[in-house]
C-alpha cells in the first residue's frame, strides 16, 4: 500500500487554487471579449463605440467576480484574519491586478480596473471589506440563464417563460414589448426633423436592437448599453418630440 502524500499547507494550498480559478476566470473573459469584439465587428463602425461600452462593463464584472471570489476564499481560511490579510497581501495585489489587466479590452481601460482592484484590496486590508451584490453577480455577459426575464418570444432557442413568469431574478426585458417600441420609434423618426447624423446614429442604434432580437440568444447588456445610448442621443432632439417613444423603449428593457 501506497503511503499518502503529505497535505500542503494552507498557504501553498490556498495560493495554488488562487492561481488556478484565475486562470479559469482569465480564459473565460478572453472568450467573452472575442465574442463581442465579433459582434461589434458583424455591425461596423456605426456600432462599434456601443458595443466598446458593452466590452468595458464585461470586464468590470469579471474583475468584480474575481475580487469576491478570491477574497472570500482567503476569509474562508482557518486561523486569525488579521495574520492571513498581512500574509497574502502581496500575492492577493499580484494575482488581482494580474487579472485585472489580462482581461481589460483596451489598454486605456486598465487604469480604471487597477482602481477598482486597489480599492477593494485597501478595504480587505483594513478589516472592513464586504462583498457587494453586484461583485457577487454572474460575470458572464452571454449565458442561457442571463438574467432576462422573456415576455413573448425571440427567434432561435433562447429560453422562454409565459407571461409574468421569471428565468432569473435580476432586471426585466420585455422582447415582445421591444419590438413594438422599436416600431413606433422608427416611425416617429420618420417624422420628426432632427440632424441628419443624429438621425443616422438613433437608426444605427436600432438596427442593433434589431440584430439582438433576432439571436437565438440576445445580449442583455448589449441591450441595455444600446437603448442608454438612444436616450442619451434623444435629449438633444428639439421639445422631447421622441420623449414617449425613449420612454417605451426603457421601460421594454427594464431601465425605467
Known sequence: MEAAEPMSDPYTAIKGRIERRLGELQREAEASQARLKAEAAAVGALGGSRFELVRQ???????????????????????????????????????????????????????????????????????????????????????????????????G??????????????????????????????ETLERVTMDAQVRDDLLADVATLRAQLRKAQPSRSVIQATVSAIRDLAVGVAAGLLASDVQALLQAVGLA
Open 57 to 155: 462593463e464585461d470586464a468590470r464584472k469579471r474583475v468584480q467576480a474575481a475580487i469576491n471570489w478570491t477574497l472570500l476564499e482567503v476569509c474562508a481560511l482557518p486561523g486569525e484574519q488579521n495574520i492571513w490579510r498581512e500574509v497574502m497581501a502581496s500575492d492577493l495585489e499580484r494575482h488581482l491586478s494580474g487579472f485585472a489587466k489580462s482581461v481589460s479590452p483596451s489598454d486605456q481601460f486598465v487604469s480604471e480596473l487597477l482602481a477598482l482592484t486597489k480599492v477593494e484590496l485597501d478595504e480587505f486590508q483594513a478589516g472592513v471589506w464586504r462583498p457587494s451584490e453586484a461583485q457577487a453577480a454572474q460575470p458572464s455577459v452571454h449565458t442561457t440563464n442571463n438574467a432576462v426575464y422573456v415576455h413573448g418570444s425571440v427567434q
Open 157 to 186: 432557442a433562447v429560453q422562454q417563460a409565459g407571461d409574468h413568469a421569471t428565468l432569473n431574478a435580476s432586471v426585466q426585458i420585455d422582447t415582445r414589448a421591444l419590438s413594438v417600441a422599436l416600431d413606433r420609434f422608427e
